[in-house]
């Protein structure tokens, strides 16, 4: 099973996540809103600010995968369209630009999200 932690304030996350979770299978997910609820972050090691900021999701064997790692990992668990996105993202030419571009956008969403800003402590 795969555990994915998302920010469920923030409107665009929560519209993929809904998108995910109705064409997954739900025996392959576990499904955590960190923002309203960090209490799952904590046996991790992973702060609510980090979890917010960036997509985090743990493999079956316990493995943590963040950012475009973590969306590979939830779509190599979907439909074979899904699968074969994951093969090209996991490409050794497009994985680090894909990183680089999720980052980006990811600091521009989180620096402009109030509850973001208050779990980082900049309120």
Known sequence: MVTVYFDGKCGLCTKE?????????????????????????APLGISQADALRWLHARDGDGKIHIGIDAFI??????????????????????HPMLG??????????FARLDHCQIAAGRS
């Open 73 to 94: 990992l939830i779509w190599q668990q979907l439909h074979i369209g899904w699968r074969a996105l994951a093969i090209l993202a996991n490409l050794p030419i497009l």
């Open 100 to 109: 680089w571009l999720y980052q980006r956008f990811a600091a521009y969403r």
């Open 17 to 41: 996540i809904r998108y995910y979770q109705k064409i997954a299978p739900a025996v392959l997910f576990s499904w955590c809103d960190i923002a309203r609820d960090p209490s799952p972050l």
